[in-house]
T-cell receptor
Framework: DGGITQSPKYLFRKEGQNVTLSCEQN?????MYWYRQDPGQGLRLIYY???????QKGDIAEGYSVSREKKESFPLTVTSAQKNPTAFYLC???????????FGNGTRLTVT | GQQVMQIPQYQHVQEGEDFTTYCNSS?????IQWYKQRPGGHPVFLIQ?????EVKKQKRLTFQFGEAKKNSSLHITATQTTDVGTYFC?????????FGAGTTVTVRA
Protein backbone atom coordinates (compact mmCIF):
# COMPACT_ATOMS: atom_id res chain seq x y z
CA ASP A 1 0.00 0.00 0.00
CA GLY A 2 1.70 3.19 -1.17
CA GLY A 3 1.82 6.33 0.85
CA ILE A 4 3.75 8.82 2.90
CA THR A 5 4.87 8.02 6.40
CA GLN A 6 5.73 10.67 8.92
CA SER A 7 7.14 9.73 12.26
CA PRO A 8 6.67 10.19 15.07
CA LYS A 9 3.11 11.46 15.36
CA TYR A 10 3.93 13.45 18.49
CA LEU A 11 7.35 14.80 19.42
CA PHE A 12 8.45 16.68 22.49
CA ARG A 13 11.74 18.51 22.83
CA LYS A 14 13.44 20.94 25.11
CA GLU A 15 14.26 24.39 23.85
CA GLY A 16 17.72 24.63 22.36
CA GLN A 17 17.75 21.11 20.93
CA ASN A 18 17.73 20.27 17.26
CA VAL A 19 15.12 17.75 16.21
CA THR A 20 14.67 15.82 12.97
CA LEU A 21 11.28 14.89 11.58
CA SER A 22 11.08 11.89 9.30
CA CYS A 23 9.22 11.71 5.99
CA GLU A 24 9.32 8.60 3.80
CA GLN A 25 7.31 7.87 0.65
CA ASN A 26 7.02 4.76 -1.48
CA UNK A 27 5.03 6.42 -4.26
CA UNK A 28 8.08 6.91 -6.47
CA UNK A 29 7.40 10.63 -6.46
CA UNK A 30 10.12 13.06 -7.49
CA UNK A 31 8.86 16.14 -5.63
CA MET A 32 8.55 16.42 -1.87
CA TYR A 33 7.42 19.25 0.37
CA TRP A 34 7.43 20.32 4.01
CA TYR A 35 4.72 22.53 5.46
CA ARG A 36 4.15 24.04 8.84
CA GLN A 37 0.67 24.67 10.17
CA ASP A 38 -0.29 26.90 13.09
CA PRO A 39 -3.87 27.58 14.17
CA GLY A 40 -5.52 29.93 11.70
CA GLN A 41 -2.39 30.17 9.55
CA GLY A 42 -3.11 27.67 6.82
CA LEU A 43 -0.17 25.74 5.35
CA ARG A 44 3.15 27.52 5.08
CA LEU A 45 5.86 26.11 2.85
CA ILE A 46 9.20 25.46 4.56
CA TYR A 47 11.29 23.62 1.96
CA TYR A 48 10.67 21.66 -1.19
CA UNK A 49 12.62 19.31 -3.37
CA UNK A 50 11.94 18.64 -7.02
CA UNK A 51 14.47 15.84 -7.37
CA UNK A 52 17.06 13.89 -5.43
CA UNK A 53 20.03 15.94 -4.21
CA UNK A 54 18.25 19.20 -4.86
CA UNK A 55 16.03 21.35 -2.66
CA GLN A 56 14.87 24.96 -2.40
CA LYS A 57 13.76 27.25 0.37
CA GLY A 58 10.08 27.86 0.74
CA ASP A 59 8.39 30.83 2.35
CA ILE A 60 9.56 30.24 5.94
CA ALA A 61 12.88 28.35 5.71
CA GLU A 62 14.72 30.20 8.48
CA GLY A 63 15.58 27.90 11.35
CA TYR A 64 15.04 24.74 9.33
CA SER A 65 17.23 22.47 7.23
CA VAL A 66 16.56 19.51 4.94
CA SER A 67 18.35 16.89 2.92
CA ARG A 68 17.30 14.79 -0.07
CA GLU A 69 19.87 12.05 -0.42
CA LYS A 70 17.32 9.45 -1.45
CA LYS A 71 14.20 9.76 -3.57
CA GLU A 72 12.09 8.18 -0.84
CA SER A 73 13.23 10.35 2.04
CA PHE A 74 13.07 14.06 2.86
CA PRO A 75 13.89 14.63 6.54
CA LEU A 76 13.36 18.04 8.12
CA THR A 77 15.56 19.32 10.93
CA VAL A 78 14.14 21.97 13.20
CA THR A 79 17.16 23.76 14.58
CA SER A 80 17.55 25.70 17.79
CA ALA A 81 17.53 28.85 15.65
CA GLN A 82 13.82 28.41 14.93
CA LYS A 83 12.18 30.83 17.34
CA ASN A 84 8.73 29.27 17.53
CA PRO A 85 9.12 25.60 16.60
CA THR A 86 5.95 24.30 18.23
CA ALA A 87 3.60 23.48 15.37
CA PHE A 88 2.04 20.78 13.22
CA TYR A 89 4.40 19.68 10.44
CA LEU A 90 3.13 18.09 7.24
CA CYS A 91 5.13 16.37 4.55
CA UNK A 92 3.77 15.91 1.03
CA UNK A 93 4.83 14.54 -2.32
CA UNK A 94 3.67 14.46 -5.89
CA UNK A 95 4.77 12.70 -9.04
CA UNK A 96 4.57 15.36 -11.72
CA UNK A 97 3.63 19.01 -12.02
CA UNK A 98 -0.17 19.31 -11.81
CA UNK A 99 -0.63 15.92 -10.20
CA UNK A 100 -2.25 15.97 -6.73
CA UNK A 101 -0.26 16.35 -3.55
CA UNK A 102 -0.27 13.37 -1.21
CA PHE A 103 0.17 14.24 2.44
CA GLY A 104 1.47 12.30 5.40
CA ASN A 105 -0.43 12.26 8.69
CA GLY A 106 1.81 14.92 10.15
CA THR A 107 4.00 15.33 13.23
CA ARG A 108 2.97 17.54 16.13
CA LEU A 109 6.11 19.05 17.61
CA THR A 110 6.03 20.65 21.03
CA VAL A 111 9.09 22.49 22.27
CA THR A 112 9.19 23.68 25.86
CA GLY B 1 4.93 30.39 -6.81
CA GLN B 2 2.13 32.85 -6.37
CA GLN B 3 -0.67 31.81 -4.13
CA VAL B 4 -4.29 32.51 -4.79
CA MET B 5 -6.35 34.54 -2.35
CA GLN B 6 -9.14 32.65 -0.69
CA ILE B 7 -12.26 34.17 0.87
CA PRO B 8 -13.76 34.06 3.37
CA GLN B 9 -11.16 32.81 5.82
CA TYR B 10 -13.88 31.62 8.19
CA GLN B 11 -17.38 30.41 7.41
CA HIS B 12 -19.85 29.53 10.13
CA VAL B 13 -22.83 27.76 8.61
CA GLN B 14 -26.18 26.56 9.88
CA GLU B 15 -26.65 22.89 9.16
CA GLY B 16 -28.72 22.51 6.01
CA GLU B 17 -27.72 25.84 4.52
CA ASP B 18 -25.56 26.42 1.45
CA PHE B 19 -22.29 28.33 1.28
CA THR B 20 -19.58 29.21 -1.19
CA THR B 21 -15.86 29.80 -0.84
CA TYR B 22 -13.85 31.61 -3.49
CA CYS B 23 -10.30 31.61 -4.79
CA ASN B 24 -9.03 34.59 -6.73
CA SER B 25 -5.83 35.12 -8.66
CA SER B 26 -4.42 38.25 -10.27
CA UNK B 27 -2.93 36.12 -13.02
CA UNK B 28 -4.37 33.42 -15.24
CA UNK B 29 -4.26 29.96 -13.77
CA UNK B 30 -3.46 26.95 -15.92
CA UNK B 31 -5.37 24.81 -13.44
CA ILE B 32 -6.47 24.80 -9.83
CA GLN B 33 -6.76 22.09 -7.20
CA TRP B 34 -8.98 21.88 -4.14
CA TYR B 35 -8.17 20.11 -0.88
CA LYS B 36 -10.04 19.47 2.35
CA GLN B 37 -8.46 19.11 5.78
CA ARG B 38 -10.60 17.74 8.58
CA PRO B 39 -9.81 18.96 12.11
CA GLY B 40 -6.71 17.17 13.36
CA GLY B 41 -6.10 15.57 9.97
CA HIS B 42 -4.09 16.18 6.87
CA PRO B 43 -5.21 17.79 3.59
CA VAL B 44 -6.82 15.46 1.10
CA PHE B 45 -7.11 16.16 -2.60
CA LEU B 46 -10.67 16.75 -3.78
CA ILE B 47 -10.53 17.80 -7.42
CA GLN B 48 -8.63 19.56 -10.17
CA UNK B 49 -10.09 22.04 -12.64
CA UNK B 50 -8.36 22.69 -15.92
CA UNK B 51 -10.73 24.09 -18.51
CA UNK B 52 -12.17 27.59 -18.67
CA UNK B 53 -15.71 27.61 -17.25
CA GLU B 54 -15.40 24.02 -16.07
CA VAL B 55 -17.92 22.78 -13.53
CA LYS B 56 -17.49 19.54 -11.61
CA LYS B 57 -19.70 18.03 -8.96
CA GLN B 58 -19.03 15.65 -6.12
CA LYS B 59 -22.33 14.90 -4.41
CA ARG B 60 -23.21 18.15 -2.60
CA LEU B 61 -19.99 19.90 -3.65
CA THR B 62 -19.84 21.93 -6.86
CA PHE B 63 -16.52 23.24 -8.13
CA GLN B 64 -16.28 25.90 -10.78
CA PHE B 65 -13.43 27.43 -12.75
CA GLY B 66 -13.98 30.95 -14.03
CA GLU B 67 -14.19 31.76 -17.71
CA ALA B 68 -11.03 33.85 -17.48
CA LYS B 69 -9.31 31.16 -15.37
CA LYS B 70 -8.52 33.69 -12.67
CA ASN B 71 -10.97 32.46 -10.08
CA SER B 72 -12.58 29.34 -8.77
CA SER B 73 -15.34 28.54 -6.35
CA LEU B 74 -16.54 25.69 -4.18
CA HIS B 75 -20.23 25.62 -3.39
CA ILE B 76 -21.63 23.23 -0.79
CA THR B 77 -25.35 22.64 -0.64
CA ALA B 78 -27.27 21.46 2.41
CA THR B 79 -24.24 21.65 4.68
CA GLN B 80 -23.73 18.71 7.02
CA THR B 81 -21.51 18.28 10.06
CA THR B 82 -19.23 16.11 7.90
CA ASP B 83 -18.37 19.24 5.89
CA VAL B 84 -16.50 20.72 8.85
CA GLY B 85 -12.86 21.44 8.08
CA THR B 86 -10.60 23.74 6.13
CA TYR B 87 -10.83 23.94 2.35
CA PHE B 88 -7.77 25.00 0.40
CA CYS B 89 -7.27 25.89 -3.23
CA UNK B 90 -3.89 25.61 -4.89
CA UNK B 91 -2.42 26.66 -8.19
CA UNK B 92 -0.58 23.49 -9.07
CA UNK B 93 1.49 24.22 -12.15
CA UNK B 94 4.46 25.50 -10.14
CA UNK B 95 7.07 23.54 -8.25
CA UNK B 96 6.87 25.95 -5.34
CA UNK B 97 3.43 25.13 -3.98
CA UNK B 98 2.31 27.79 -1.55
CA PHE B 99 -1.12 27.46 0.00
CA GLY B 100 -3.22 30.27 1.31
CA ALA B 101 -4.98 30.34 4.66
CA GLY B 102 -7.95 28.40 3.30
CA THR B 103 -11.56 28.67 4.39
CA THR B 104 -12.30 27.12 7.76
CA VAL B 105 -15.86 25.89 7.97
CA THR B 106 -17.76 25.28 11.17
CA VAL B 107 -21.32 24.00 11.30
CA ARG B 108 -23.96 24.66 13.91
CA ALA B 109 -26.64 22.06 14.30
Amino acid sequence: DGGITQSPKYLFRKEGQNVTLSCEQNLNHDAMYWYRQDPGQGLRLIYYSQIVNDFQKGDIAEGYSVSREKKESFPLTVTSAQKNPTAFYLCASRGTVNSPLHFGNGTRLTVT
Amino acid sequence: GQQVMQIPQYQHVQEGEDFTTYCNSSTTLSNIQWYKQRPGGHPVFLIQLVKSGEVKKQKRLTFQFGEAKKNSSLHITATQTTDVGTYFCLRSNDYKLSFGAGTTVTVRA
